[in-house]
């Protein structure tokens, strides 16, 4: 069932406020009026320096990052946001479009990446989405989340295994946070790209299997027990 926004701003119990940083002032403006007619509050910035000043001081709910973004890039802005340890949403909006592009936005940090040209309601259903998980991951029924010797914790995002850190990107994270929430399933592909991308999946890109890899390396490499087991044509399973 598609929740509104009206259903979202129930759950925050405030407006959401959203980070905007696109130098095209006709799509700025664009986006600016569009969500501000949807409810949300939008703060709009054309270029990468402004935007960090402003995302490192102010409180906001989500941010939008566009890539070419004079001063500092957005896929830059978006690491350092990361490297602060600022845990908010980000969702990448670029003309660049390719597997490597959308590669490199992921490793940055980014939650999602939604290429242009694009339609305002995909742009509008995945900002709601995103503040949905953002919402659902800081309820404190399950901030610690763990398998054999493996434990995640919602809260302060520190992943270990066997009293070990490992430090995760942002993607690596939330793709682990699917597995430790369905251990012992059988997941698709498309199911692990929906949970941790929270996009359609693309079935002609190997994005998932990429990050699945990313993941093994730093979880299981110096490790004896093998976690995340491959079903050839079927998907993973955590085990």
Same mark, same amino acid.
Request: proline share 3%; with cysteine.
């Given at each position: 069932?598609?929740?509104?926004?009206?259903?979202?701003?129930?759950?925050?119990?405030?407006?959401?406020?959203?980070?905007?940083?696109?130098?095209?002032?006709?799509?700025?403006?664009?986006?600016?009026?569009?969500?501000?007619?949807?409810?949300?509050?939008? #703060?709009?910035?054309?270029?990468?320096?402004?935007?960090?000043?402003?995302?490192?001081?102010?409180?906001?709910?989500?941010?939008?990052?566009?890539?070419?973004?004079?001063?500092?890039?957005?896929?830059?802005?978006?690491?350092?946001? @990361?490297?602060?340890?600022?845990?908010?949403?980000?969702?990448?909006?670029? #003309?660049?479009?390719?597997?490597?592009?959308?590669?490199?936005?992921?490793?940055? =940090? #980014?939650?999602?990446?939604?290429?242009?040209?694009?339609?305002?309601?995909?742009?509008?259903?995945?900002?709601?989405?995103?503040? @949905?998980?953002?919402?659902?991951?800081?309820?404190?029924?399950?901030?610690?989340?763990?398998?054999?010797?493996?434990?995640?914790?919602?809260?302060?995002?520190?992943?270990? @295994?066997? =009293?070990?850190?490992?430090?995760?990107?942002?993607?690596?994270?939330?793709?682990?946070?699917?597995?430790?929430?369905?251990?012992?399933?059988?997941?698709?592909?498309?199911?692990? #790209?929906?949970?941790?991308?929270?996009?359609?999946?693309?079935? =002609?890109?190997?994005?998932?299997?990429?990050?699945?890899?990313?993941? @093994?390396?730093?979880?299981?490499?110096?490790?004896?027990?093998?976690?995340?087991?491959?079903?050839?044509?079927?998907?993973?399973?955590?085990?």
């Amino acid at each position: 069932m598609f929740l509104g926004v009206r259903d979202v701003c129930y759950l925050y119990m405030h407006m959401p406020k959203i980070g905007l940083a696109e130098d095209d002032l006709k799509i700025s403006g664009l986006i600016k009026n569009g969500l501000e007619e949807q409810g949300y509050d939008v #703060a709009a910035f054309n270029n990468g320096e402004a935007a960090l000043q402003a995302f490192r001081s102010e409180p906001f709910d989500l941010l939008i990052l566009d890539v070419m973004l004079p001063g500092i890039s957005g896929t830059l802005l978006c690491k350092s946001l @990361r490297e602060q340890g600022l845990a908010l949403p980000i969702l990448m909006l670029t #003309a660049l479009g390719t597997l490597d592009d959308k590669l490199t936005g992921f490793n940055s =940090g #980014a939650d999602d990446y939604l290429v242009k040209p694009f339609h305002f309601k995909e742009l509008l259903a995945r900002i709601e989405a995103l503040l @949905r998980r953002s919402k659902d991951q800081e309820q404190p029924s399950d901030k610690v989340l763990s398998f054999d010797d493996l434990t995640l914790n919602t809260l302060s995002k520190e992943v270990q @295994r066997a =009293g070990v850190q490992i430090v995760l990107t942002a993607k690596e994270y939330a793709l682990l946070e699917v597995f430790l929430r369905h251990p012992n399933q059988l997941l698709s592909r498309q199911y692990i #790209a929906e949970q941790a991308w929270d996009v359609n999946f693309d079935t =002609g890109t190997n994005v998932v299997d990429v990050y699945v890899n990313f993941l @093994r390396n730093k979880i299981e490499k110096g490790f004896d027990k093998k976690l995340i087991h491959t079903r050839i044509n079927m998907g993973y399973i955590l085990k």
